[in-house]
């Protein structure tokens, strides 16, 4: 299976990244199951994926307390190849660290601020759900681009500054505060955190509101992908409810 990921990926696109005559080691959802050949990986670009390069190389180091995978170009100054795009390899795993990543996700906030959303739409089910959470909403001065898979993006590897893999951005901006309640939605609907985290991130403004939308997004992408998620959104909608 390992060697049928690696030769999914096309000669030409090796040659573009200067990879060519290397061996690759399939990585894991975290990295869009790319394949590594030695510090740089290669993976399925989406329709925002010349987007989130760009980003990524604007946003610099996203600040203190996050830092992010580089773009790789290729030889010609492309982002995406072939269908393909590459970034820079960082150690770490995804843990269930809900307040770091909570955290995390209010300094990417700051780390998009003057950033536009992509033009291109993904044009995938999850992308017609985030839209269809956030019909009718009007941008307001301060909005930021959301990570609207923020906590499966981010790696820790011990006590080193969690890095993200890649951006996957929100159709429109939204306020700032959503990707953290994503993260929380993420926690609870885990089982990972409990109610607590309400209160310890209460000061973000407008969190259980978001934290209800970001719940109505979880389920719809349950839906799309064939789950069912019921019992579960049940459970944390009690829990957003109750003050």
Not at 53 to 74: H, L, N, T
Request: net charge negative; aromatic share 6%; charged share 25%.
């Amino acid at each position: 299976m390992a060697n049928n990921t690696a030769s999914a990926i096309p000669e030409h696109v090796l040659s573009a990244f200067q990879l060519d005559g290397r061996v690759g080691l399939p990585l894991g959802a975290a990295w869009d199951n790319g394949v590594r050949y030695g510090r740089v990986v290669v993976s399925q670009a989406s329709a925002t994926a010349a987007w989130s390069g760009k980003a990524r190389e604007r946003a610099g180091e996203f600040g203190p307390g996050i830092g992010v995978s580089r773009p790789v170009r290729a030889t010609d100054g492309r982002l995406v190849v072939g269908g393909f795009k590459a970034s820079e390899f960082v150690d770490g795993r995804v843990l269930a660290r809900i307040d770091e990543t909570v955290a995390a996700a209010l300094r990417f906030d700051d780390a998009m601020d003057g950033i536009d959303a992509p033009s291109a739409s993904r044009a995938d089910a999850f992308d017609s759900a985030e839209r269809a959470v956030w019909r009718g909403y009007t941008p307001q001065a301060g909005d930021v681009v959301a990570h609207t898979d923020f906590a499966s993006c981010l790696l820790f590897a011990g006590d080193a500054v969690p890095t993200l893999t890649d951006l996957v951005p929100s159709a429109g901006k939204r306020p700032r505060g959503y990707t953290a309640a994503l993260v929380i939605v993420d926690g609870l609907m885990a089982g990972a955190v409990d109610a607590a985290v309400l209160d310890r991130w209460a000061h973000v403004a407008g969190l259980r509101e978001l934290a209800r939308r970001a719940l109505e997004y979880r389920v719809a992408c349950a839906k799309a992908s064939g789950s069912n998620v019921s019992s579960i959104a049940e459970r944390v909608q009690e829990t957003l409810a109750s003050e």
